[in-house]
């Protein structure tokens, strides 16, 4: 059933009276949706402590797909854009995949894997569309990752080892402390989405103390890219945030000049005294560190040359290269694994996405989407610099942060649309 939207507030744009961002309301339908969503999610993030609970995410996550499909298609809604290239991509790595991997098994695995998430993926973005707003989604998703940082502060369950690359590393309910590191970054990126929106002292307070607890945690789980890329999305925000501000309103100055004192004073604190200033001193000091990730990339590239239509298969990237692990690059594994058809049907659905935000930034000139606009950009940029080191292609939770603003992005455009009938 069609959901019913909320009273539309009407503002001026060039002289125009339009509709601005009106929300639908949350019927039952969608309300299950969203219930279900938040159980998945959790659910998601137990099954590495709780295997068993595995087979219930699976009937969860069908439950929600099928609700979804009813919802999305009732409401007559198209497919967007970048998710009709996310799917032309994973159905090239299948059907490549088929024919040139050589650990079978393997591959099917990832399959069924990013198979199903895809539809989750799909689902994140759908109701964001549905919703008119990425509340439905973003909240769940904070909440997911805000569970397993709470769990890893109250039980203490960090062992990060003595050295600067000890093997002797987990964090909350990961084996690997990555995760946790990686899930908060996403957690702090969801957060600043509702900072312009919340006017309260106390609910930007809240905010706030949030944000403080995903970047301690990224700092307990001692991952050097999951901080870095935490501050390079932290520095992106405030210019395509607030950079139109500083010359025309002194509390946006000051705001910037403590924040960026306060990031300061973080780093300050991360390399005098942490595991993860002892891992980022050793690889500034020591670039040589690193040198295995280095020859997994050149690898990857020579699997590319070998392979350059097809790759070697989705996850084969192990079998072939003889370093018995991924290739810690979604570049490196894209271009390995699906050959240069699946790397020119992946990649540019960030270009697409870019689009679409400018677009919406030039349709409506309201602070509100000036700012959400921005914060997506950054967001978009800095799991761009996240995929460096992780495989964020077969990454849940960064494509259901990267669906929001697909949803975003097409439900401003239906928007437009509904403007330029009023005119």
């Known amino acids: 059933m069609p959901n019913s939207t909320v009273p539309a507030k009407l503002t001026w744009n060039n002289g125009y009276e339009i509709i601005r961002t009106p929300k639908t309301l949350l019927s039952m339908e969608m309300l299950s949706a969203v219930v279900l969503f938040q159980a998945l999610l959790i659910g998601l993030m137990l099954t590495d402590k709780i295997p068993e609970i595995a087979p219930y995410n699976r009937y969860i996550g069908i439950c929600l797909v099928l609700m979804f499909l009813f919802l999305y298609v009732s409401n007559g809604q198209r497919i967007p854009t970048e998710l009709m290239l996310f799917a032309a991509y994973w159905i090239w790595a299948i059907f490549s995949g088929a024919f040139v991997a050589q650990d079978s098994d393997w591959f099917m695995r990832i399959v069924r894997t990013n198979v199903q998430a895809f539809f989750l993926i799909f689902t994140a973005a759908g109701l964001t569309i549905l919703r008119r707003d990425v509340d439905v989604v973003l909240i769940p998703l904070i909440v997911s990752i805000l569970m397993v940082a709470i769990y890893g502060f109250i039980t203490g369950d960090f062992t990060l080892g003595e050295g600067a690359f000890s093997s002797e590393r987990k964090a909350s309910l990961f084996g690997n402390p990555n995760g946790l590191g990686i899930f908060s970054v996403l957690g702090s990126m969801g957060i ?22 995903f970047a301690l945690a990224i700092i307990y789980s001692g991952s050097r890219k999951s901080f870095t890329v935490l501050l390079f999305f932290l520095l992106l925000w405030l210019w395509f945030c607030y950079r139109s501000y500083l010359t025309r309103n002194i509390f946006a100055t000051d705001f910037v000049l403590i924040f960026v004192v306060s990031l300061y004073l973080l780093v300050d604190y991360v390399m005098q005294g942490t595991t993860m200033g002892i891992r980022l001193q050793a690889s500034l000091s020591n670039p040589d560190v690193d040198t295995t990730r280095n020859l997994m990339y050149i690898r990857a590239w020579e699997l590319f040359k070998q392979f350059p239509i097809t790759g070697v298969g989705l996850g084969n990237y192990t079998v072939h290269s003889g370093f018995a692990t991924y290739s810690h690059s979604d570049y490196a594994e894209v271009l390995s694994t699906t050959g240069i058809v699946g790397f ?65 992005v097409h439900y401003n455009k239906d928007l437009h649309h509904t403007e330029n009938i009023l005119k």
């Open 344 to 408: 020119a049907l992946y990649f540019p659905i960030y270009i697409v996405l870019w689009r679409g935000l400018n677009q919406a930034k030039t349709h409506f000139k309201d602070s509100l989407t000036q700012y959400r606009v921005g914060l997506f950009k950054a967001m978009i940029l800095g799991i761009l610099a996240l995929s460096l080191g992780v495989i964020v292609s077969q990454s849940v939770l960064a494509w259901v942060l990267l669906a929001t603003a697909v949803g975003y």
């Open 192 to 213: 600043l989405y509702f900072w312009v929106q919340s006017r309260g002292l106390i609910l930007k307070l809240f905010l706030g103390s949030l944000t403080v607890i």
